[in-house]
């Protein structure tokens, strides 16, 4: 019994591998109208499958604590598992998505089929940042309440709604905004400092049912239910941008 956590951890690690085989399978052709990104460019289906993985991954790492709980099985070695995990399916697995988008974005440039892949490496600057923020994370007690740097899943979710968004949505103004390479470099840079930071963030765990208590996560649960609703997965971004938001505001900042 004390095993099936582990095993339930281990879930979260097969999704994070198969969204990194379906984001490498992703050989595509890229249409130019008046040389301008075609609006109604699909995204490869195997990257769309790729950032599938990756939310299950994100909800399986949600409900692990849980089903430890369940079976009274919380351990060092699940507590280390989880985070080994973590590393290849919001580190590794976002950064080869990553990477893709930046393949797309250099093959609208002339000659951009043969772009060195040194231009490509930055991607996984986000897999080595979240590595270290895991690690991190091991070692510091004081990140039971709050945390200190953007958590890596939330990371992940972000990075995969990308390829959802690319897919689904139909405004050639976002799109185009996504698949673009100075874009992408920001992206990742911003997200690696603030998953590196000592900025405390906001944790989703409930520490009891009072309402003052709860107040910031509810907000936040509310704007989640009100930008799916409307926005469908660029409520990803929407919800992302305003856990930072709420955080930043009724988190206490920590920096050493």
Request: hydrophobic share 55%.
């Amino acid at each position: 019994m004390k095993q099936i956590p582990n095993i339930f951890t281990l879930f979260n690690l097969l999704f994070g591998c198969m969204a990194i085989v379906f984001a490498l399978q992703t050989d595509a052709v890229i249409i130019y109208v008046n040389e301008e990104f075609n609006t109604s460019f699909n995204i490869p289906e195997k990257l769309t499958w790729a950032a599938i993985c990756i939310i299950i991954a994100a909800t399986i790492d949600f409900l692990d604590g849980f089903v430890a709980r369940f079976f009274n099985a919380t351990s060092a070695l699940g507590k280390q598992l989880d985070s080994l995990c973590d590393i290849v399916s919001f580190g590794v697995a976002p950064g080869v998505i990553i990477y893709q988008l930046l393949r797309f974005s250099f093959a609208r440039e002339e000659n951009g089929l043969t772009i060195s892949f040194l231009w490509l490496l930055p991607a996984f600057i986000l897999a080595c940042a979240a590595a270290y923020r895991l690690g991190k994370f091991n070692l510091d007690e004081s990140q039971a309440i709050s945390f200190k740097g953007v958590p890596v899943p939330a990371v992940g979710l972000l990075i995969a709604s990308f390829p959802l968004i690319l897919h689904f949505n139909t405004i050639g103004s976002i799109n185009n905004l996504l698949i673009n390479k100075w874009f992408l470099y920001g992206t990742v840079l911003l997200l690696s400092w603030l998953m590196v930071s000592n900025i405390r963030m906001m944790s989703l765990k409930f520490p009891d049912f009072t309402l003052k208590n709860n107040m910031p996560k509810i907000i936040l649960l509310v704007i989640a239910i009100i930008a799916s609703a409307f926005l469908h997965w660029v409520a990803i971004p929407i919800i992302f941008l305003s856990y930072i938001i709420i955080s930043l505001t009724t988190v206490k900042i920590k920096t050493e």
